[in-house]
């Protein structure tokens, strides 16, 4: 068994939304949820089991409505929130909830997609938009020790405060994002650095920096891109570092505090790029999706906080000439593309490292199918050794 070959799942049915579960670190588990119109949308709890090469699945129902997007809890690995689409009197809204899955995964509820049996996931409490439009997406604390789930809606951002134990959730603060011709937000990230203090959104083809405690900009990137935003993520490691994607094509790192000019732009792909994420870990590792049905894995070693190369520890029976060989500068790693995957036959929304192993990732394709594949072995060890 190839232990490099990718793990294929298919949903059966469309979707879009893929997050791993975040406050899980012992198993490698990804969250995923489906879209239809005609028979029930569903939540895919994915166990993957790395030993063995497979995936176990628990599946249940989401009541609600066709699912757009969705982010796991980051201090209780049974809470997830969805954005959904509620159609209800010949209108079309984009609303949110959060739901609560059972404490532990079933490896015996393994059932058949089709199966009547799915259980419904357990909702906690509605996210309260009413007064705000559409939703594009929930926000949780990056290092889980608040309470307070951020909302990115069409022309605000919203806070609530989550009781989960009480099934509330309170509305604590709004404020509106005004910009030139009034575009609507796309999506928004939750900075790890400055005390967790800071989100970034963006709106059509800029992005802005806001600082929650005071809800004012802290800096801003006009026309970051030539067409709309799709996605942003933060370096886990570098505090003012962050990458960016969109309709262009395009893959830019930035450093906030000088937004004139990125510091670097990708053009690997040949259509919209929906995904950008940093690796946990290894901050030089960076994943992308599109719509040309690819995921590309790239090592971006010059804007990374791992250095350039390190001195392997001898053994102090060594032979000086070994000493002169590991003493040897070696070539430093340069930029570029490490791998490029190509399962995927319908356009990729999503991407995701897994947090219980940093070598481990999932694509999610419109067409309802999920591949997990790791970091190459040679990639894995240039980074360790």
Same mark, same amino acid.
Request: charged share 25%.
């Given at each position: 068994m190839d232990e490099e070959a990718p793990v294929i799942y298919g949903l059966e049915f469309q979707a879009?939304?893929? @997050?791993?579960?975040?406050?899980?670190?012992?198993? &490698? !588990?990804?969250?995923v949820g489906t879209q239809s119109l005609?028979?029930?949308?569903? &939540? /895919? /709890?994915?166990?993957?089991?790395?030993? +063995?090469?497979?995936?176990?699945? +628990?599946v249940y129902v989401h009541r609600e409505g066709e699912i757009w997007s969705m982010s796991a809890s980051t201090f209780d690995k049974t809470l997830l929130s969805t954005c959904y689409n509620n159609t209800a009197d010949a209108k079309s809204e984009l609303r949110s909830a959060v739901w609560q899955l059972p404490e532990s995964f079933n490896s015996s509820n393994v059932v058949d997609d089709?199966?009547?049996? /799915?259980?419904?996931?357990?909702?906690?409490?509605?996210?309260? @938009?009413?007064?705000?439009?559409?939703?594009?997406?929930?926000?949780?604390?990056?290092?889980?020790?608040? /309470?307070?789930?951020?909302?990115?809606m069409d022309t605000h951002i919203v806070q609530w405060d989550l009781d989960s134990a009480a099934s509330t959730a309170k509305l604590i603060g709004s404020t509106i994002v005004e910009g030139r011709g009034h575009p609507k937000l796309t999506c928004g990230r939750w900075n790890p650095h400055h005390n967790c203090s800071q989100i970034a959104t963006a709106n059509? @083809?800029?992005?802005?920096?806001w600082d929650l405690r005071s809800m004012k900009q802290v800096y801003h990137m006009e026309n970051a891109h030539a067409q709309l935003v799709r996605d942003l993520d933060f370096n886990p490691n570098k505090q003012y570092y962050m990458a960016t994607c969109g309709d262009d094509c395009?893959?830019?790192?930035?450093? @906030?505090?000088n937004t004139t000019e990125p510091l670097m732009v990708f053009s690997e792909h040949s259509h919209w790029v929906w995904t950008v994420r940093y690796n946990h870990f290894h901050d030089q590792l960076v994943l992308t999706s599109s719509s040309d049905s690819r995921v590309v894995l790239n090592n971006i070693v010059s804007l990374s906080s791992e250095p350039f190369g390190r001195l392997v520890e001898k053994d102090d029976e060594d032979s000086e000439e070994e000493d002169e060989v590991e003493d040897r500068p !070696?070539?430093?790693?340069?930029?570029?593309? &490490?791998?490029?995957?190509?399962e995927h036959e319908d356009s990729v929304y999503a991407v995701d490292w897994s947090t219980a192993d940093p070598w481990v990732f999932a694509s999610l394709s419109y067409d309802g199918r999920l591949v997990i594949n790791r970091v190459p072995r040679t990639e894995k060890y240039k980074i360790l050794l």
């Open positions: 879009r939304a893929l @997050t791993a579960q975040t406050a899980e670190t012992d198993s &490698i !588990r990804f969250l005609r028979a029930e949308n569903q &939540i /895919h /709890h994915i166990d993957f089991d790395d030993e +063995n090469n497979l995936i176990n699945k +628990n089709q199966s009547n049996s /799915h259980e419904s996931l357990q909702l906690v409490c509605h996210l309260d @938009t009413s007064q705000f439009g559409d939703i594009k997406g929930t926000l949780w604390h990056p290092a889980g020790e608040s /309470h307070t789930v951020v909302g990115v059509d @083809t800029s992005i802005r920096g395009k893959v830019k790192f930035w450093d @906030t505090r !070696r070539e430093p790693p340069k930029d570029g593309v &490490i791998s490029t995957y190509e």
